[in-house]
Structures are given as C-alpha cells and as structure tokens.
C-alpha cells in the first residue's frame, strides 16, 4: 500500500523560500506510471495544482507559480520535494502532496498525503 | 489559464439523486475526474477518467461527460456522502487543473 507522507516547517519568514519534501513509502518513486504532484489548499477554500514531477526529473507548473516554484526528485530517498521562492502571506495554505496518473488524457490523484499546513508570517 | 466551473451548493434529500456539474474547455479534449473531501480530511478520488471508480468507492458514484460538461451523480445520497466534491482534468499545457468545489448537503 502506497503512501505518502510531506514533512517540512510550518512557519516560514514572508520573502522566504518554503521548502517541503513529500516521502513516498510502500512503492517506488521511480515508477514510470506516475507523476509526483504538489497541491495546495488555502484555508476555507478549495484545491489549486502546484506542480508535478515525473520520477526523470521533468517538471510541470501551474503557471500562475512558475517562476516562483520548483520541484525535485531523490529517488535515492524515494522522496520528491517542493521549494516556494518570496512567499508571501497568500502562500499560506494547506500543502498537499498526491500521486497523480501519468496519462496525457487524465489527472487523476489517486494516494494523498495528510497535508501539511503552512503559515507565512513573521 | 484553464478554469473549471462548479455549481457552490447543491442539497439532496436523503436516498435521493444528485447530480453536480463541472464545466471548462479542457473538458472537450481531456476526461474528469472527481474527489470528495470531508471537513479535515484529504481528498478522496471517488471517479477519473470519465466514470471509473477506484477500488472501495460505491457504485452510487458515477460520472458522464459531453461536450465542455462533466458530470458526478450520486444515486441514492446516504448522509455519509456530505461532503465537498472538486472535479479535476488535464489542461493543454499538460498540466492539471482544479473546479471550484461543490458543498453537497445531505437533507
């Protein structure tokens, strides 16, 4: 049983890099069937894509964020982690990370982690 | 950017027939899929592509799609299903995209 656990700080510094890794447990990061993803949550309202890493290490990013967002992959680790650059307090959020299907035709998230929450202030 | 719209709100009554919607272009070249979140819960994929349910969902869940609409029925709304559901596809940069969110209440 796949799963999937973020672990990071909770507090980060506005005009600071947010930085959380995702340890994915149970299967191999380096299946050629997935993509790695980030979503977040901002509180009371609903999903926004982040980004998603293939196991490669090719990267996709909602382009609202691109130039702010990378993501990468250790397969060594099995982990695969997302870097916020200049958050602000809209980054504040809930932080998800899921395993999406690697289909061109399909988004479909099928494991999540718990979510991590993520504060921005100073 | 890709957008994807949903309806709010929607309630049903007990044991009966919801349908929630979700519009978008992406809709016409890519297919849906849907996840439920409870309060402090993690989404669930209860449908992808189209209308496949994931082991463990109830076949109460179901999807369909035409033209830039996809839709999830719930039929036969139990009280556990109250819940807020998203709808999620590819975009034409190949990447994913997010609706809005539906609250469903079950009365």
């Known amino acids: 049983q796949v799963q999937l656990q973020e672990s990071g700080p909770g507090l980060v510094k506005p005009s600071q890099t947010l930085s959380l890794t995702c340890t994915v447990s149970g299967g191999s990061i380096t299946s050629g069937a997935y993509y790695w993803s980030w979503i977040r949550q901002h509180p009371g309202k609903g999903l926004q894509w982040i980004g998603y890493i293939y196991y490669s290490g090719s990267a996709y990013y909602n382009s609202s964020l691109k130039s702010r967002v990378a993501i990468s992959v250790d397969t060594s680790k099995n982990q695969f982690s997302l870097k916020l650059t200049s958050v602000t307090a809209a980054d504040t959020a809930l932080y998800y990370c899921?395993?999406?299907?690697?289909?061109?035709?399909?988004?479909?998230?099928?494991?999540w982690g718990q979510g991590t929450m993520v504060i921005v202030s100073s | 950017s890709s957008e994807l719209t949903q309806d709010p709100a929607v309630s049903v009554a007990l044991g009966q027939t919801v349908r929630i919607t979700c519009q978008g272009d992406t809709l016409r070249s890519f297919y849906a899929s849907w996840y439920q979140q409870k309060p402090g819960q993690a989404p669930v994929l209860v449908i992808f592509?189209?209308?496949n349910r994931p082991s463990g969902i109830p076949d109460r869940f179901s999807g369909s799609s035409s033209g830039n609409t996809a839709s999830l029925t719930i039929t036969g709304a139990q009280a556990e299903d109250e819940a807020d559901y998203y709808c999620n596809s590819r975009d034409s940069s190949g990447g994913g995209v997010f609706g809005g969110g539906t609250k469903v209440t079950v009365l």
């Open positions: 592509a189209k209308n």
């Open positions: 899921a395993r999406d299907l690697a289909s061109a035709m399909v988004s479909s998230f099928d494991i």
